[in-house]
DNA sequence: GCTTGACCCTCTAGTTACTGGAAGGCTTAT
DNA sequence: ATAAGCCTTCCAGTAACTAGAGGGTCAAGC
């Protein structure tokens, strides 16, 4: 198939898909008029990709998911061990965010938001 | 001052700082030798800058927040806009990051992650 | 046979917010 | 005189695409 339909079937742009190629990610064979010809088994490794970047991997992480997924011979633990290191990052990124929050809301909450210039948020940045 | 004494009081890196002057975020004086010149009130200006970004506002939304901040008639509504507008990203991100988080938990979990090549994490994301 | 429109191609540049490094000037002390 | 330490600018790279220009291909309709 044609990458409009590759793409329609993977839930990636056909920008990205290219994208992908060009850093060799995935590789589709080309047909004589130069247009990519997509496999069955290319979609499915295309969807395995944009579940994994939606599941917040990044594209390195995806490389290596992708190459022990095309390994039968990997152990799962190697696989276990990216999925883990992942989930710190995560957990990291949460505990950021929560902070950022809270701080930020008690500012917002405090200020009054109205005409007048007495702002307590600009003040707190301020210190 | 020069630039080092006006990294360490803003705990902005030197490279950084100058990035902020090369996009007009903030403009220091210059000495006949070329070297920047900080004043106390730029580098009040540096950390409004670092606290900022540091609450996960983008460089955009200093750029907002300093030029609220240099006008001494603004409303505070301006500034509480632009606040709630981030707390709702942030709030975006924190329901993403918390379904990723949940979503590999599981997976992690049913890998057994042995030597073994069966694995629950490839599985899943190959659908 | 020609045109129109949908589809495909490559290539360059822009995005965000810096960071690293090269090449070179200034200042101060030894 | 020279070395160390600070300062300057400029260029390139990072992550993961996205936008757009300029141009080829293909099928349908007149």
Redesign the interface.
């Known amino acids: 198939m044609k990458i409009r339909e590759a793409s329609l079937q993977s839930e990636l742009s056909e920008k990205t898909i290219r994208y992908y190629e060009d850093i060799g990610l995935v590789a589709a064979d080309r047909r004589e008029n130069g247009y990519r010809d997509f496999s069955a088994e290319d979609v499915?490794r295309l969807?395995?990709l944009a579940?994994?970047r939606r599941?917040?991997f990044t594209v390195d992480d995806c490389r290596q998911?992708l190459s022990?997924?095309n390994d039968?011979?990997?152990?799962?633990?190697d696989?276990?061990?990216i999925?883990?290191a992942?989930?710190d990052e995560?957990?990291q990124?949460?505990t950021e965010?929560?902070e950022?929050?809270q701080?930020?809301?008690v500012?917002?909450k405090r200020?009054?938001?109205?005409?007048?210039?007495?702002?307590p948020?600009?003040n707190?940045?301020?210190?």
């Open positions: 499915h969807r395995f579940r994994a599941l917040g998911l022990l997924y039968k011979e990997r152990a799962s633990k696989v276990k061990q999925a883990k992942h989930l995560i957990d990124k949460l965010l929560t950022m929050k701080t930020l809301e500012l917002v200020c009054s938001g109205n005409e007048r210039p007495d702002c948020i600009l707190d940045l301020a210190q």
